[in-house]
């Protein structure tokens, strides 16, 4: 089990930045992949970044250049640096963890942090 605790969402105004937190309950440095996804209001969750457990990224198109994705293990945490936003940005962040035991897989999530870019 990992227990997933969301922060540093709030509001902002358009073209500034955010840095959401994700700490993690236990180490992630066997953590197979991790991620952060929004759902913004009367729409499906989406990917916004993602990286592997060897350090690949990947990111929605709607983020490039803008956010990035990074780690600490150190302190079990994942981070999602947010610049340039925009009001469609808007929208809940939630962290995502994948964990391979043997042949299953387990995915956790936190419950979110709302996001808010708006003058």
């Known amino acids: 089990q990992v227990q997933l605790v969301e922060s540093g969402g709030g509001l902002v105004q358009p073209g500034g930045s955010l840095r959401l937190s994700c700490a993690a309950s236990?180490?992630?440095?066997?953590?197979?992949?991790m991620g952060w996804y929004r759902q913004a209001p009367g729409k499906q969750r989406e990917l916004v970044a993602g990286?592997?457990?060897?350090?690949?990224?990947n990111y929605a198109d709607s983020g490039k250049g803008r956010f990035t994705i990074a780690r600490n293990n150190a302190v079990n945490t994942v981070y999602l640096q947010m610049n340039n936003l925009k009001p469609e940005d808007t929208a809940v962040y939630y962290c995502?963890?994948?964990?391979?035991?043997?042949?299953?897989?387990?995915?956790?999530w936190g419950r979110g942090t709302q996001v808010t870019v708006s003058s």
């Open positions: 990286m592997t457990g060897g350090g690949s990224t």
């Open positions: 236990r180490s992630i440095f066997s953590i197979n992949a």
């Open positions: 995502n963890v994948v964990e391979w035991a043997g042949k299953v897989r387990y995915e956790y």
